[in-house]
């Protein structure tokens, strides 16, 4: 990245590039507005006054991917989209609302990154990360600040709630940025909510901090940078071989919703069972995606990664008239953010999928190993039934728990053109139609 800085400067050596870009730009993106806490994603660039545990951050330049920090291409925009999604997936189950709007601007105090500053850290239960830079002046791909185990700077009035997630280097360190920049994210967020890493031990010997777990899953506490997933995880904390840290279940003490959804997570609104199913919103015979959604959860205080029944279910239903129908029904994990009926990238559950009749009979599931479930039959009879949405739930350290949405087809079928002529026949005008062609 200095290499590429000093390029820049060489090709327009008397022209100095703004370091922020306009923040009027960057896409407005909340994905649960009022909770209680803030995270705050900010691409735009920062100039951060004074120490930061004794190191001065000073000036951070907007995300940049194209050399020019004065503006955000259309490409830069889809990657703040990806990265906001990434995090805000992560966090669905919880009372945390991942923003690109900053707040500081509803308080009236934006007018200086100075001021902007003061109110942050004086602001509790907010993160503001800054996402930029080569971060030169702490090293690493983001820092956090904790004073100490178990207490969480922007749990504190008075502390230092600023953040840095340091993206150049993952652009020039040629990883998958999106995905690095954004489990980054997760990870130093996860420590502003108490957090410690997930480690790896051999025997009582910690020989991974991060753990990098699998290429499948690993711990957003660990390193889950070039993981399929990056998931929350119950399992050997950096404080100790024998030290179990329950990612989910901390992260519920500090981000719960009392009173809410299932155990204080949240709950997006869908029926838990069938007698209270929420009906399918269908568009002519489409399933209307941007409504059939959901997030499944824990259903626990204590939250069990493994098992199906240690988390929420999800029903939906819809009813064939007389002539019955065709299902094609495919789950998606993940948010559907950037492209209608398309999963952004990241998601976090593996889900199981089954159609039931009214009686709750399963006619079929889908639980492949992908995180894409497709139920399709043919000549259902006339009735109600049901989708069910559930955790997987197939490992006994890693959650399966995030967000969802249907597409496909919910397809009645006419009545047959026979039954139409029988009937037809019945009131006379078939035998009228003989008459009319014998005539001609
Ligand atoms: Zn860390």
New binding site residues.
């Given amino acids: 990245m200095r290499l590429r800085t000093i390029a820049v400067c060489f090709v327009a050596c008397l022209w100095v590039a703004p370091l922020y870009a306009q923040t009027s730009a960057i896409p407005q993106l909340n994905s649960r507005g009022g909770a209680a806490y803030t995270l705050y994603l900010n691409f735009g660039g920062f100039n951060y006054s004074g120490t930061w545990f004794g190191d001065t951050p000073g000036a951070t330049a907007s995300y940049d991917t194209n050399g020019n920090t004065a503006i955000f291409t259309a490409s830069e925009k889809t990657d703040i989209q990806k990265i906001w999604s990434r995090t805000a997936d992560k966090y669905a189950a919880f009372n945390v609302n991942v923003t690109t709007v900053d707040p500081s601007i509803a308080a009236g105090q934006s007018a200086s990154d100075i001021q902007r500053q003061t109110y942050y850290d004086n602001t509790s239960k907010l993160m503001h990360m800054v996402i930029g830079g080569d971060g030169a002046w702490a090293g690493g791909g983001g820092v ?1 600040g904790i004073s100490g185990v178990g207490v969480a700077e922007t749990t504190i009035t008075g502390g230092l709630h600023t953040n840095w997630s340091f993206s150049n280097n993952y652009v020039s360190g040629g990883t998958a940025f999106h995905q690095g920049i954004a489990e980054t994210i997760a ?2 967020n996860g ?1 502003a909510l108490k957090l410690q ?1 997930q480690s790896r031990y051999s025997g009582t010997t910690n020989v991974e901090e ?1 753990d990098s777990g699998t290429a499948a899953r690993a711990p957003i ?1 660990g390193n889950s940078d070039n993981a399929e997933r990056g998931l929350w995880r119950k399992g050997t904390s950096t404080l100790g071989f024998n030290v179990i840290q329950n990612d989910v279940g901390v992260l519920l003490s500090n981000a719960g919703i009392a009173g809410s959804g299932a155990a204080g997570f949240v709950d997006s609104g869908v029926g838990h069972t069938r007698a209270t199913a929420t009906t399918l919103a269908l568009t002519g015979n489409t399933i209307n995606s941007a409504s059939s959604k959901g997030i499944i959860t824990p259903n626990n205080t204590d939250p069990n990664p493994l098992g199906e029944a240690n988390y929420t279910t999800d029903f939906f239903k819809f009813t064939f008239g007389a002539g019955g129908g065709n299902v094609n029904v495919t789950l998606r994990s993940g948010l559907s953010t950037i492209t209608a009926g398309v999963a952004d990238e990241g998601a976090t559950l593996d889900a199981t999928l089954r159609l039931l009749n009214a009686s709750g009979t399963v006619l079929a599931t889908a639980n492949s190993a992908t995180f894409a479930e497709t139920i399709a039959m043919s000549n259902l009879a006339a009735g109600t039934y049901y989708l069910q949405i559930s955790s997987a739930g197939a490992d006994a350290q890693y959650f399966d728990m995030g967000s969802y949405f249907l597409t496909g087809t919910i397809a009645p079928v006419p009545e047959p053109a026979a039954v139409l002529l029988i009937a037809a026949a019945g009131l006379g005008l078939y035998s009228r139609v003989r008459r009319y062609r014998t005539a001609a």
């Fill in positions: 956090v990870h130093e420590h890493h991060y506490m």
